[in-house]
């Protein structure tokens, strides 16, 4: 399902230009707005859909198995730590999800690398790899876990 | 030098009723162009066919009074103030270009019909260099830093193409009839082919309406228009109307991880402009 743009909705800001990781979403050399050059050789993977501040980018739907007249649309509000999708199927049914994108404020959560002091001898020759065992918490309180988290397992599938 | 009319000077040479009948013309030109763009790229009916169809489908019907308020909505944030715009810099140098533009074809107006001979007040043409200056730095701060085949696609500033017609003839015609004017009161000879030559880029922007993308000041409002009647009748063009402000969504298990975190949760990848091709 391969993007496509609205014009009158796009502003030229290039998001979409920026984020594409096939490179394929370009600004158009009359109209200077967002255009998807290549859409066979879309990877349908969203991020520029995503990425759109004025969610001017829709998914054009193959007609064999997304005949005319469904809608899938996202709208990822970073403010709130949200992403939510709205299904919308032919015959008029509708889903809608909401799911967290983030748990901490944004950029909060950076792993400081640069501040890391060099590895050792010693760990060079460790079959560890980086970080390991502190990482998985093999020595500290065991594996991280849903309950160790808190959390617990719902059965069936939670929307 | 900012209190002469640049106008009255050409009033030796011409009769006034040339430079009127010449902006008369340019405004002719902007009203076929703008209908002809409409008509050729059917985005006429294309806003009646969506607006009829966001009608149909809209769960709540919208009329009357909240229609208005819609329309005035639209109209101050979305005209005045620039408000579809994510970047605040972008928005600053379409502000500064916007009013400046307005400003500026008022005051030409003016200086034109009313006072094309005559001693002229000082606030006339003291508009009319603010309104100018206005386009020359929002333009050129938007032509060489801000457009995004610059900021996004790593373009050179001077790679021009057709999408470049109406903001390079605007800056054309601003600094070249800006440069007549100020060497008019110098007296110098030179002022004459500045002149010709703000004259033929006048005649480009606003004669290349059809092709340019002067139009833009007519289906822009539509648009967010639209954009904003198909919000408040519950179509949404589709898009997703779930949020976390809502109670009964903050309760799901899904949303488990997010119960004690702030509901501000800052920027994302707009913290850093998109610079990254």
New interface residues.
Partial sequence: MPTFVYM??C?????C???CPSDIM???????R?YNIEPSMCWECYSCVK?C???AIDMRGYADFAPLGH?V???R??????I???I?FRNGTEK?????I??????TAIPKLADVPGPSKEMRDSQLLYNEPKWIRMDDGGLRTLEAAG?KL?KGV?? | MFTSNPFAALSEFWSPLVMQSYVVLMAIAVAAGTLFDIVHKGSARYFFDHWRQSKSNGIQKIEGGELMSIAVQTAVVDVLASGEFCNARRRVAHLLTMYGFVIHVVATAVLVFLYPAAPTPALWPQLWWIGGLMILVGGYWFWFFIRVDVAAEGNSPFRVMHADLFILSLLASVTLGLIWAWLQTRGSAASGPFFGLHIIATTVLYGSVPWSKFAHMFFKPAAAFEKRVSKANGTAENLPTLTRDDPEQQARHSMELLRTAPMDMGLGIKREPPRHY
Avoid: M
């Fill in positions: 009158t909705r502003d030229g800001c290039g998001h230009v920026d984020i370009h600004i158009d050399k009359t109209y200077r967002a990425a501040p004025q969610n809608s649309r996202v709208q509000d970073e403010q709130k730590g949200t939510a999708w709205k919308k809608n999800f909401l799911s967290p983030t748990t901490k404020p944004w950029g959390l719902q939670a929307y």
